[in-house]
């Protein structure tokens, strides 16, 4: 079963506008959540991520907003661009010491110049 | 710098075959995992190890076999492929636990089972 839920499926944004991606996770505790970045015909790749004990991380047009009691946390893209064109999974690891990371299910942001 | 490497990238299979996918990595990390790509449904762990020697069932493990004999090599098998297999596979590696390092993944193989 899907731990973590990833919103929306695919997203258009136009160029320097504001895209919002939105996870929230269920019934598990989790403890370390990155974002990755996948452009077509590659791997995932890192491209942020935070632990609960911080509200919000900011990397350059990048921030991360998490929200513990609600148990949601979601990826701002700031001045879109299009180059920002990929999916973007969010994914969660338990903090039961299990090695492993859960992914969402993928957002695919088309940014339109 | 290679990081991970996943051969062969693309493969057709006929139901019933067998194959091996094979991961490599030269950054000297202990952890490393399967994962299956299909629309709609994300990255889903198949198989994962945290060390030589040592191999642990993911969320989808049936159908499919690993071993991880040396360091470098993670393997993938399938012993008798099915259409439900068809997917884009992903190996990835850690230097340390999930939950506290970078994963970095491979570029991926494309397999399709008719």
């Known amino acids: 079963q899907q731990q973590v839920k990833q919103s929306p499926q695919s997203l258009i944004v136009q160029k320097g506008g504001i895209s919002i991606i939105n996870c929230a996770y269920e019934n598990t505790a989790f403890d370390y959540f990155p974002w990755y970045q996948q452009f077509p015909g590659k791997g995932p790749a890192l491209l942020i991520a935070?632990?609960?004990?911080?509200s919000e991380k900011k990397e350059g047009r990048f921030t991360i907003s998490f929200n513990k009691s609600a148990k949601q946390f979601s990826l701002h893209i700031m001045d879109s661009q299009p180059g920002d064109s990929a999916t973007y999974f969010c994914a969660a690891s338990p903090s039961d010491g299990t090695d492993k990371l859960i992914f969402g299910t993928g957002t695919r942001l088309q940014v339109f110049p | 710098n290679a990081g991970v490497t996943q051969t062969p990238k693309f493969r057709v299979l006929k139901t019933g075959q067998s194959m091996t996918l094979l991961c490599a990595q030269d950054m000297n990390h202990e952890y490393m995992y399967w994962y299956r790509q299909d629309p709609g449904m994300g990255l889903r762990l198949i198989h994962y190890s945290v060390g030589e020697g040592t191999t642990a069932k993911g969320e989808v493990p049936d159908g499919y076999n690993v071993s991880r004999l040396k360091k470098q090599n993670f393997l993938l098998g399938l012993e008798s492929a099915a259409p439900s297999q068809t997917s884009v596979y992903f190996c990835?590696?850690?230097?340390?636990?999930?939950?506290?390092?970078?994963?970095?993944f491979g570029q991926g193989t494309r397999l399709t089972v008719v």
């Open positions: 935070i632990r609960p004990d911080v």
């Open positions: 990835a590696s850690t230097q340390r636990r999930a939950r506290d390092t970078e994963a970095f």
